[in-house]
């Protein structure tokens, strides 16, 4: 097993794998560092900092939001745009209750809560398997159910008629909108429909960073088929998603496959599986990819008097076809891609940390370098700047020495530094330089765009 740090291995060993106390905490010291950049460079802060902050909510700084809207973009691309049986919604947050009864969740969105009666610490009872891990006390209480929902109140009326809630996943607007979507896209099975958007759950212990937070953001596919072929679908999509994680950079290694056990199941499930991710801590889910069956049309068809059906051409019968979903969320996504390309190595000499992010992903795709502020060569740089922002998401940085700028680019994941040195000034080229293998080659401002696109589109070169 490559040792943590060491040239191209993975980002830290196998927590759980081994046992070995060393490795252990050298898996928890990564955790550290990528929480501590997170802060420093300006991706993640906790929320309300300066009051304290607010217990498992954070806010996504210029770094983090450009990231994380690389995510939700990557994931738009692939499951919207380059698709023609997908089309995307944007469903409202605040929903009324009679949505929530009909799909169940009033009645089952509930985690099963213990107390631990000696530190008075609360628990998801699944989670801890009878021990308390903050005292190690067995003396727990017995698990009642919590609900998960945020409640609130619609209107200036605080009564039972304006009670509405925080939608806990983005999947109920697409089955309420069901009937509007194939009536305007005239889309017929097997067909789907997307939504990415914020997702509110009151997690009895959110933890781990981004991993488990109360207010969170979801990327869900809807994925309609006849029920006969259900099966096929899901593995279809299992497939297509452990491929979307592999194509943005993930080794294979720290991804796998969990399927859920039948008590483990949510009440709208005929079946579930976990793409797991090897978190610092262990494994634990990235995403889920779930049978919904047609539960939540039947549901909804029964609740709201309308007809939530499809007409089959071959049979010349109407059915209501199964669900196939795909729900993976964005914050926890960022949080999976950002530990998988967390690295410390040397570049003549010298220790760096460097982000080996995708360059879709990263948040800063080029940053223009002038060699020193003397104006004609910031004329320049900027010139060069405004050719690339329509392009790439550019940074603009004069301080301090190059080698410096160039660390502080790696320390974040810019792929390319295009450097502007007083040999511009005459030879009309720039200099560009590899985040990864740090090898510079001179380019004419001319052919820059086309350089910077030949390495965009081959993206396994500039990871070697
Ligand atoms: P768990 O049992 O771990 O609470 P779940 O199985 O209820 O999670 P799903 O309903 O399958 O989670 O949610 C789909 C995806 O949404 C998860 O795979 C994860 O990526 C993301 N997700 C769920 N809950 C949270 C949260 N509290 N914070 C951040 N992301 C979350």
């Known amino acids: 097993m490559p040792r943590f740090g060491e040239g191209r291995g993975l980002p830290y060993p196998a927590p759980m794998s081994s046992g070995t106390p060393g490795e252990t905490s050298a898996a928890d010291a990564v955790m550290d560092k990528v929480v501590n950049l997170c802060k420093r460079r300006g991706f993640i802060f906790p929320s309300a900092e300066i009051y304290g902050g607010f217990r498992s909510t954070y806010d996504y700084g210029p770094l983090g939001a450009a990231m994380l809207r690389n995510v939700k973009e990557a994931w738009w691309r692939s499951m919207v745009r380059l698709r023609d049986d997908v089309v995307g919604i944007d469903a409202a947050i605040l929903s009324p209750a009679a949505v929530w009864e009909a799909s169940g969740h009033l009645e089952s969105f509930t985690d099963p809560l213990v107390d631990c009666r000696s530190c008075h610490e609360r628990w998801r009872a699944d989670q801890i398997e009878g021990t308390c891990p903050r005292c190690g006390s067995t003396d727990l209480t017995e698990a009642r159910a919590f609900h998960l929902m945020f409640k609130t109140h619609a209107g200036p009326v605080e009564d039972e008629a304006t009670v509405a809630y925080l939608r806990p996943e983005t999947a109920q607007g697409m089955f309420t909108n069901f009937a509007n979507v194939l009536t305007t896209t005239r889309k017929r099975p097997p067909f789907g429909i997307a939504q990415v958007g914020k997702a509110f759950r009151n997690e009895i212990t959110p933890q781990n960073f981004v991993f488990r937070t109360r207010e969170f953001e979801l990327m869900e596919l809807e994925y309609f088929v006849p029920p006969a072929d259900a099966e096929r679908w899901f593995d279809y999509w299992v497939h297509e998603r452990l491929g979307w994680f592999t194509d943005l950079g993930i080794p294979g290694e720290l991804l796998r496959v969990r399927e859920h056990e039948a008590d483990e199941l949510s009440h709208y499930s005929k079946r579930t599986v976990d793409i797991e991710f090897r978190f610092p801590w262990g494994w634990g889910e990235l995403e889920g990819v779930a049978n919904r069956g047609d539960y939540d049309l039947t549901a909804h068809a029964r609740a709201s008097g309308q007809r939530l059906e499809v007409f089959d051409p071959a049979t010349g019968e109407r059915y209501v076809p199964y669900v196939i979903e795909p729900a993976l969320g964005a914050t926890r996504a960022m949080m999976a891609f950002l530990l998988a390309a967390y690295q410390e190595d040397e570049v003549a000499g010298e220790a760096r940390t460097v982000l080996r992010l995708d360059w879709r992903l990263a948040p800063v795709q080029v ?53 502007i040195d007083f040999d511009t000034l005459d030879d009309q080229a720039v200099t560009v330089r590899d985040r990864d293998s740090t090898a510079q080659v001179r380019v004419p401002i001319a052919e820059l765009l086309e350089e910077l696109a030949g390495r965009a589109r081959r993206p396994e070169l500039n990871r070697s």
């Open 367 to 419: 940053a223009v370098l002038p060699l020193s502020r003397k104006p004609e060569l910031e004329g320049l740089a900027r010139q060069v700047l405004s050719m690339l922002q329509p392009s790439y998401q550019c940074d603009y940085d004069v301080t301090q020495s190059i080698g410096r700028r160039y660390r502080r680019q790696d320390e974040v994941g810019t792929p390319w530094c295009v450097t």
